[in-house]
C-alpha cells in the first residue's frame, strides 16, 4: 500500500477471520503496536494511521493469537517536485549528460525518465538513458548520437514518476551552448633558475576532451598566498605553459588554470585544483670553517685561520706558494735519486752474474782459445856420453856471457817458453 506524506491510511485485517476483535494484534517490523507510547488508533479490527511521515513506512501484520492474518507493506511517498535539470557536454566528441539532485533518497516506486527531440528539422521524440545513485541522489540521463553536431536545437523533457504523482520540466536547448570542458589536468608551479622574480606553470588538456583536432584557450589566475588580490592572464588557443614574471621574491604563489573552446563556444570549465610554488632564491654560501692543514712534510706548517695584521698576511701568503714549489722540488730529487740508484744495483747484478755463472774464460780474464806457435826443428840430440852431465859454468865476467846468446841446453821442456806453463791440462 502507498501512502502520501502528511495524509491519513487505513490497514483493514479481514473480517470474519478474527474469531474475537478483542484478541486482534498488530505488529510493526515484528513489535507489538501496543507496547509503544503513541500507539495508532485500532478500530475494530482495522489500524487507522494519522499524519502519516517517512517513520511509517515498513511491515504491519494483523494477527488474531497467535495465527497472522494480513501483512502489508506501507510505501510513504510526497508530491514530486519538478526536475531542475542541467544539460553539459564535456567535449565536441562525447555525449549530453543531464542531471538532476532528488531532495531526498529516492524509493523504488520512484522513475525517472527524460524524452530528446531536435526541434529543426523536427523528428519524434526518444526516450533516453537515466540512471539513480543513492549516494549523491542524483539522477543523470545520457543523450546519444549527436557527435559533430553543432547548431541544432533540442527539446528536452524531464520527468520524475510516483504512486503519488508526476512531475516534468521541458527546456529548449541548443547544442552549442552545452560544451563545458573539465578542468585543466596536471597543472604544476616551479621556479626558473637564476630569476627570483618567475615562475613557470605547465598544464594537459582534460583527459575527457580526448583530442586534439579542437582546441583549447586557457586563462590563468594566480596570487599570493597571503593576498586577497589576484591577477588573471588569457592566453591563445593551444597554448599549455606561462611564465609569471611578476611574482614577489621569496613568497608562495598559487595558481588556478581553467579552459574554453577556443571559438568561445559553450562556457569555461571550473578552475583547476589550487597548485602553489615558490621563486628561485640564490642559495647562501656556507660559512668557512676555521681548519689547519698539516702537508707531506713534517717540517711545513700552514695556518688558514685569518691573520691578524697585514703583514702577518702576506707573510702566510708567501709561505702558502713556497710550500708547494719546495715540496715539488724534493719530490723530484727523490725521484731522480731512486732512479740513478735503482740502475746502479741492476748493473752491478748483471756484472756478478756474469762473473759468477759466465764461461771460463771470461771468468779468467782471456780469450777462450789458446795461441799457436810454429814448431822448429831440432837438432839431433848428441848421445848422453858425449855430453857432461853439467856443463861448467860460465863466468859472469867472460865475453861470451855477455856478447854471444846463452844456449839452452836441449831437454825435454821447452823452459823459454813461459805460457807452456798457464796452459791447461
Not at 143 to 148: A, N, R, Y
Not at 216 to 241: A, D, H, I, K, N
Not at 291 to 316: C, H, R, V
Request: neutral net charge.
Amino acid at each position: 500500500m502507498v501512502g502520501q506524506l502528511g495524509g491519513n491510511v487505513t490497514l483493514p485485517c479481514p473480517e470474519g477471520e478474527a474469531e474475537n476483535t478483542t484478541l486482534t494484534q498488530w505488529r510493526f517490523e515484528g513489535q507489538n503496536l501496543n507496547s509503544y507510547p503513541a500507539a495508532p488508533l485500532i478500530v475494530g479490527t482495522d489500524l487507522f494511521l494519522p499524519t502519516l511521515h517517512f517513520n511509517h513506512s515498513g511491515f504491519y501484520s494483523c494477527h488474531a493469537g497467535k495465527k497472522l492474518l494480513r501483512t502489508w507493506c506501507l510505501v510513504l511517498e510526497e508530491p514530486l517536485e519538478s526536475p531542475d535539470f542541467t544539460c553539459r557536454r564535456k567535449s565536441l566528441l562525447k555525449d549530453i549528460l543531464c542531471e538532476w539532485k532528488m531532495p531526498r533518497p529516492m524509493s523504488v516506486c520512484t522513475k525517472a525518465r527524460l524524452w530528446m527531440q531536435k526541434v529543426s528539422p523536427r523528428e519524434n521524440p526518444t526516450e533516453q538513458q537515466c540512471r539513480y545513485y543513492g549516494k549523491s541522489r542524483k539522477v543523470t540521463c545520457r543523450i546519444v548520437g549527436l557527435h559533430h553536431e553543432e547548431d541544432i536545437f533540442l527539446l528536452v523533457t524531464a520527468c520524475v514518476v510516483n504512486p503519488v504523482g508526476a512531475s516534468n520540466k521541458t527546456k529548449y536547448l541548443w547544442i552549442n551552448s552545452l560544451l563545458k570542458p573539465d578542468p585543466p589536468a596536471d597543472v604544476t608551479v616551479y621556479p626558473v633558475e637564476k630569476a627570483s622574480r618567475k615562475l613557470r606553470v605547465t598544464w594537459r588538456y582534460p583527459y575527457s576532451w580526448g583530442t586534439t583536432f579542437y582546441h583549447l584557450q586557457f586563462e590563468l589566475r594566480y596570487w599570493v598566498e597571503t593576498s586577497q588580490m589576484y591577477s588573471e592572464v588569457q592566453l591563445r588557443p593551444g597554448v599549455t605553459s606561462y611564465v609569471i614574471s611578476d611574482a614577489l621574491e621569496g613568497l608562495r604563489h598559487i595558481v588556478r588554470v581553467r579552459c574554453r573552446e577556443e571559438y568561445n563556444h559553450g562556457a569555461w570549465s571550473e578552475w583547476s585544483r589550487e597548485s602553489s610554488g615558490i621563486p628561485w632564491t640564490e642559495p647562501k654560501d656556507p660559512e668557512p670553517e676555521l681548519t689547519s692543514y698539516f702537508p707531506e712534510f713534517p717540517y711545513y706548517f700552514i695556518n688558514t685561520e685569518k691573520p691578524t695584521t697585514p703583514e702577518i698576511s702576506k707573510e702566510l701568503d708567501i709561505q702558502q706558494v713556497e710550500v708547494p714549489t719546495l715540496a715539488s722540488l724534493h719530490l723530484v730529487l727523490m725521484v731522480v735519486i731512486s732512479v740513478t740508484v735503482g740502475f746502479t744495483l741492476i748493473a752491478l747484478i748483471i756484472f756478478w752474474c756474469r762473473k759468477r755463472w759466465g764461461p771460463p774464460s771470461y771468468r779468467e780474464g782471456k780469450p777462450s782459445t789458446a795461441p799457436t806457435y810454429a814448431l822448429a826443428p831440432l837438432s839431433p840430440e848428441p848421445p848422453l856420453s858425449a855430453s857432461p852431465l853439467l856443463s861448467p859454468p860460465a863466468s859472469p865476467f867472460s865475453e861470451s856471457s855477455v856478447d854471444s846468446p846463452r844456449v839452452l841446453d836441449n831437454g825435454p821442456y821447452d823452459v823459454a817458453n813461459a805460457d807452456y806453463f798457464l796452459l791447461p791440462k
